[in-house]
């Protein structure tokens, strides 16, 4: 079974500039988190869908939304790039609530 | 306020020596614990997560840890260490499996020949 998928790998934006990642989950899996790993740190949790609703929100600006999709994938929109945006975004799925999440490879974004 | 602290930026050991990484966790509730393992270019791979039961949980790739409640520590061993074994290994904690993970800043692990 293909594990999560995250698109596009690596991306490069200027300052001001909006960016959507995309994340496919594994099949079957009806969650999406979303993490925000700047170099040199831990991953931060952004937002959870579950069933196309917000299960959460982490302490992230206005500027990032998401949504879930009927397919249960998942976008991550991010307005008003700052330089402080460039960190590699991750993306996780989960089966039900309770069960383990399952991470992508991440994208990269750069904000130049 | 809830956090992960993993106190080594940077281990280095050598190829078959023995292993061990500190994590320490301040939350309000008992949590879930967990260890996940980053390399490069890849996603996180969870290595070993503890709810409840006994405080010795083994996981994958050799890797085991321990839960002491009395120090709020999770740390992970493992008893001989593989060149494949260098990476990064995050430390984490949450409510649930499922939900918002809290994670360390994670320790890199350099393996010598």
């Known amino acids: 079974d293909a594990g999560v998928t995250q698109s596009p790998t690596h991306l490069i934006k200027t300052r001001g500039q909006h960016v959507t990642l995309r994340c496919s989950p594994i099949?079957?899996?009806?969650?999406v988190s979303w993490y925000q790993q700047v170099l040199g740190q831990g991953p931060q949790f952004i937002f959870q869908?579950?069933?196309?609703?917000?299960?959460g929100r982490g302490n992230f600006p206005d500027r990032f939304s998401a949504r879930q999709f009927p397919n249960y994938s998942s976008e991550l929109n991010v307005n008003a790039l700052l330089l402080g945006d460039s960190a590699l975004y991750l993306c996780?799925?989960?089966?039900?609530?309770?069960?383990?999440?399952?991470f992508g490879p991440g994208t990269r974004l750069t904000v130049l | 306020a809830q956090s992960v602290t993993q106190p080594d930026i940077h281990i280095t050991v050598s190829e078959g020596a023995s292993l061990e990484l500190r994590c320490n966790y301040s939350?309000?509730?008992?949590?879930?614990l967990f260890w996940y393992v980053q390399s490069p270019g890849q996603g996180l791979q969870l290595l070993l997560k503890?709810?409840?039961?006994?405080?010795l949980v083994q996981g994958i790739k050799g890797f085991e840890a321990e839960f002491k409640r009395s120090q709020s520590s999770f740390n992970q061993r493992k008893p001989s260490v593989h060149w494949s074994d260098a990476a990064e290994y995050f430390c984490?904690?949450?409510?649930?499996?499922?939900?918002?993970?809290?994670f360390g800043s994670g320790t890199r692990l350099l393996v010598r020949p």
């Open positions: 996780a799925s989960v089966r039900d609530i309770g069960d383990e999440q399952f």
């Open positions: 099949s079957g899996h009806k969650s």
């Open positions: 869908y579950y069933e196309k609703e917000e299960r």
């Open positions: 939350y309000g509730a008992t949590p879930y």
């Open positions: 503890y709810f409840s039961g006994d405080t």
């Open positions: 984490a904690v949450g409510m649930d499996s499922s939900y918002k993970l809290i």
